[in-house]
């Protein structure tokens, strides 16, 4: 089984920057693609960005592209979430997500395994 950790939410001004960790253990992490998923209060979780096992091939929502950058470091069984220019409309928990496979995805059931997410807050 995989067990994933998320960290680096909080509160921050809109404008500003955060970066969220995963930390996955007891699985194949660096055979997995991973994946950053988001629930705002009242809405549906959506896709945010995913990566593939390598870290070579990327992929972002239309909301994010160009703000967020998504990375992983295999070695450490972690990836990485980093949000830059935030919007008061990204506030929301935010997920970890590893994948059944290799390639990245966007649709959650592609997606074997979760975190317990972690809250970010853009408000001034």
């Known amino acids: 089984q995989v067990q994933l950790v998320e960290s680096g939410g909080g509160l921050v001004q809109p404008g500003g920057s955060l970066r969220l960790s995963c930390v996955a253990s007891?699985?194949?992490?660096?055979?997995?693609?991973m994946g950053w998923f988001r629930q705002a209060p009242g809405k549906e979780r959506e896709f945010v960005s995913s990566?593939?096992?390598?870290?070579?091939?990327?992929l972002y929502a239309d909301s994010v592209r160009g703000r967020f950058t998504i990375s992983r470091d295999n070695v450490k069984n972690t990836v990485y979430l980093q949000m830059n220019s935030l919007k008061p409309e990204d506030t929301a928990v935010y997920y970890c997500?590893?994948?059944?496979?290799?390639?990245?995805?966007?649709?959650?059931?592609?997606?074997?395994?979760w975190g317990q997410g972690t809250q970010v807050t853009v408000s001034s």
């Open positions: 997500a590893a994948a059944y496979g290799t390639s990245w995805a966007k649709l959650q059931n592609n997606y074997a395994y």
């Open positions: 990566i593939n096992s390598s870290g070579s091939t990327k």
């Open positions: 007891g699985g194949t992490f660096s055979t997995r693609a």
